[in-house]
């Protein structure tokens, strides 16, 4: 589904298993964040397919944080595309979610990740992401702004009237409060979560954050 140039949102809706939204952004070096489970995928290569686009074509893939709903799928791509996470879920990848992986029936990601996201910029082809260290649904979450566009890809850090889960190995919900109120200062357009519901238009995002950080925190 293309929300504008360029930019595209694949999001799963189904009551039966759980995915992530995932996000193609064309370019100089097409990028796609959060590919989500290997068995799923082909919902996104046909989504894609829909709008002219090919998932071979990848050339880097990003990821919001470790859980296996948004990562699992990196291992269809080969070595050559470059895959990215932050720091601390890379740690927490190796040790902690081990677990997570077992109970949900998933494979480890086998393949390695050669960009180590950290607080700053990241300069993707002809786009520049700005990456923001969210921790609270799980130690390394990060989220991606872009901008230019004035796009938040905010992972599960914030979500439509929601906010990610705790109870999951790492989680904090004093860093989530935290994480999401630096998050409501940004300048944004377009709230694109990694579940549900998308928001556009600057008003129902701030009104989204308040209600949030009034009724949760």
């Not at 989504?47 to 296996?68: F, Q, R, S, Y």
């Not at 990694?194 to 009034?214: Q, R, S, V, Y």
């Amino acid at each position: 589904m293309r929300f504008f140039e360029d930019f595209y949102v694949y999001p799963w809706a189904s009551y039966e298993e759980n995915n992530c939204n995932t996000i193609f952004i064309d370019g100089k070096v097409p990028v796609l964040i959060d590919p989500g489970h290997t068995h799923l995928f082909h919902y996104v290569v046909e989504g894609m397919a829909v709008d002219g686009k090919v998932a071979e074509n990848v050339k880097v893939i990003l990821c919001t944080h470790g859980h296996p709903d948004h990562i699992e799928a990196i291992d269809r791509f080969d070595n050559d595309v470059l895959k990215g996470i932050s720091r601390e879920e890379y740690e927490y990848l190796r040790d902690g979610y081990k677990e997570l992986f077992i109970m949900t029936g998933c494979q480890m990601p086998k393949k390695p990740f050669k960009i180590l996201l950290k607080e700053g910029t990241i300069q993707v082809g002809d786009k520049t992401f700005r990456v923001i260290v969210t921790p609270g649904h799980s130690p390394g979450s990060v989220c991606l702004y872009w901008e230019e566009k004035k796009v938040l890809i905010s992972g599960d850090t914030v979500f439509y009237m929601g906010v990610g889960r705790t109870d999951l190995f790492g989680g904090n919900i004093e860093a989530l409060a935290k994480s999401i109120e630096r998050l409501s200062t940004l300048d944004i357009e377009y709230l694109i979560p990694g579940h549900g519901e998308m928001l556009k238009g600057k008003k129902a995002i701030h009104k989204n954050f308040k209600l949030i950080l009034d009724e949760y925190f």
